[in-house]
């Protein structure tokens, strides 16, 4: 009966709808249960003092983390200023000249791969590339650093913003190229002048999220640079970071450190959110100035 | 001009066919000729020089003694363009007037556009591209060992189907060429702006906005700004890639008017697939038909006393 297979699929459908909106209800809850969870628990030991005080040692009154979102912020920056030159350039190779020399797919599925390495494992080439290298060469003990740390997070950069800068540079279309060419602008002139201004909104988002990635990243600085309960702003040093100090009290017997904790946990979520929004205003920015075109 | 005449190739772009309704009076000089009482079609053997070149010959092209009489700007001499294994250019020798407009016309896919895009190796960025013979731009070898393209292409100015003006201002789009030549003083680079964009009839209307985007700015505008970007060097000749075919009538009507003025000072070399348009804007017609030259000569005697049959069928639309 026509009816009868109406009714079925009426069935069907409603049955499905109700599936797809329960997992997605369940996923909201989650999250939304996480996020407070961590307002509840950290809002609590968020004060003046934890933005101003460095750790005092005393397990009591344990200070604050100063330190750590400082040395957050900086080995972010310098992990932006190793990984985002090499990320574009290498991006820009792929996109524009692989196609007259070598390499080029062997360094994208090359590329591809490091972008899925556990950071675990970057962590530990930190360590072997250039933690232990540079303590051989000033012949201290160990050189744990914030360089170190820093080039553990641009190695995660690294792959990511050559593969995204490769692909919004695909996306210019191939008549900007002929048209800067054929008034007798040189390859290069042509890649720095027009294409890679005309894909700058895309590129910067990509970069972005690229820094997003990493701010959240523990296990690479495990091994290179190490933590520290001083504020210091000399990346040579052992480097303090949210992560790290978020792990070290975490994991450690004191209440008062484990709030602290709570905290920074809160603090970093809060960066990540803010540099997501960042990259959401770029984007549509970016996609206003795109509309403009047709 | 008959309203209701139309070219054989219906192309959708709103540039193309619309035209003759849009602007029943025609300029004057040159009229396209309306079908005459000859029987529409014919039989095939009605076209020996089409039959020899679909049999993969090249005939010998009918170039009028009007266009060996022009002083010569640009030598094309015995051209060959093979795309990897296909061949689209078979022996193109033809001289291009200094000073006049000369238009090339052919249905698609007769190597108009490979033609123009070969003047200032724009082919040599596609992969597989091989030549042989030569073009010599005011004597100098375009294809010889040791040429440098930058060069080359600097003295050449080239507008495209599509506009293409860059995301960036409609001032650094008209002085891009200058910018990349290392011209830095802002004196020189403002006069050079306004009077590219004077020449390209877009001063008045932009004159209040040069920082703005290109990308503001109305399809024809942009298409204007780009020849304003083409010229702005002073090139020796410039090409015209189908500079119509992606705008409406209007904008048409309007690029081919400063065509006009320019050709008063710059050489034209335009493809067209729109035969009025290459009737109304040019000195010089030459037909082609899959990567041959066919006949070549003042536009007026090929539009209206052409010296081929297959010629007069295809100006005329009845062939092609």
Redesign the interface.
């Known amino acids: 009966m026509a009816s009868a297979r109406f009714e079925t699929r009426r069935l069907t459908s409603d049955a499905m709808f109700g599936v797809c909106a329960a997992c997605a209800a369940v996923i909201v809850t989650l999250l939304l249960l996480v996020s407070g969870y961590l307002v509840f628990i950290g809002a609590g030991a968020i004060n003046l003092s934890f933005f101003t005080d460095v750790p005092t040692g005393d397990v009591a009154q344990p200070g604050g983390m100063r330190h750590a979102i400082e040395g957050t912020l900086i080995l972010l920056a310098l992990a932006a200023a190793i990984g985002v030159p090499l990320g574009v350039a290498s991006g820009v190779y792929l996109s524009e000249y692989s196609h007259e020399w070598l390499f080029a797919s062997p360094m994208r599925f090359i590329a591809d791969v490091l972008t899925g390495v556990p950071s675990i494992v970057v962590g530990i080439l930190g360590y072997e590339l250039v933690v232990v290298p540079v303590s051989r060469w000033t012949s201290n003990s160990v050189s744990f650093s914030g360089y170190a740390g820093a080039a553990a997070l641009a190695f995660i950069m690294i792959p990511i913003v050559a593969r995204t800068t490769e692909e919004m540079l695909r996306l210019v279309p191939k008549t900007y190229r002929e048209g800067s060419l054929a008034l007798g602008a040189s390859k290069a002139q042509t890649v720095l002048r027009v294409v890679l201004p005309s894909a700058f909104g895309s590129i910067s988002t990509g970069i972005m999220l690229a820094i997003a990635r990493v701010a959240g990243e523990t296990a690479p600085l495990l091994f290179t640079a190490l933590g520290s309960r001083l504020l210091t702003r000399d990346p040579s040093e052992p480097f303090p970071s949210l992560t790290l100090q978020i792990y070290t009290y975490a994991t450690g017997p004191y209440p008062e450190q484990k709030n602290l904790a709570w905290a920074g946990i809160l603090v970093l979520l809060a960066i990540l959110f803010v540099v997501n929004l960042l990259i959401r205003v770029v984007a549509s920015r970016h996609a206003a100035t795109r509309m403009g075109k047709s | 001009m008959p309203a209701s005449m139309t070219h054989p190739h219906s192309h959708p772009q709103p540039g193309s066919d619309s035209r003759s309704d849009a602007r029943p009076e025609a300029r004057p000089e040159v009229a396209v000729r309306a079908p005459s009482a000859l029987p529409r079609g014919g039989p095939a053997s009605a076209y020996p020089i089409i039959d020899a070149i679909k049999r993969g010959e090249t005939p010998t092209p009918r170039i009028h003694d009007s266009v060996r009489a022009e002083p010569v700007i640009l030598a094309v001499n015995n051209f060959q363009l093979w795309y990897g294994q296909s061949k689209a250019l078979h022996g193109i020798t033809m001289p291009v007037a200094k000073g006049k407009v000369t238009a090339l016309i052919g249905p698609s896919g007769c190597g108009k556009s490979t033609l123009l895009r070969s003047v200032?190796r724009?082919n040599d960025?596609i992969?597989g591209v091989r030549v042989e013979g030569s073009i010599d731009l005011n004597g100098n070898s375009v294809y010889a060992r040791g040429v440098d393209v930058?060069?080359?292409?600097?003295?050449?100015?080239?507008v495209?189907q599509?506009p293409?003006p860059?995301?960036?201002s409609i001032f650094e789009n008209v002085v891009?060429?200058l910018?990349?030549?290392g011209e830095r003083n802002k004196k020189a680079l403002a006069d050079a702006c306004e009077k590219a964009l004077r020449q390209a009839a877009l001063w008045d209307e932009v004159k209040d906005r040069l920082k703005a985007?290109a990308?503001?700015l109305s399809g024809g505008q942009q298409q204007r700004l780009?020849i304003a970007?083409?010229i702005v060097?002073e090139p020796e000749v410039l090409?015209l890639d189908e500079p119509c075919s992606a705008l409406d009538p209007i904008a048409t009507l309007r690029i081919e008017e400063l065509i006009h003025e320019i050709s008063s000072r710059y050489t034209v070399l335009i493809v067209t697939h729109n035969m009025q348009q290459a009737a109304r804007v040019s000195d010089y017609t030459a037909f082609m038909y899959l990567g041959r030259l066919v006949e070549y000569g003042r536009t007026a005697d090929l539009f209206q006393v052409p010296q081929l049959r297959e010629t007069e069928d295809y100006v005329t639309g009845r062939f092609g």
């Not at chain 2, 930058?150 to 080239?158: P, T, V």
């Open positions: 200032n724009l960025l992969e930058i060069d080359l292409r600097k003295r050449l100015g080239m495209f599509k293409n860059f995301p960036m891009y060429a910018r990349i030549s985007s990308m503001g780009c970007r083409a060097s090409l």
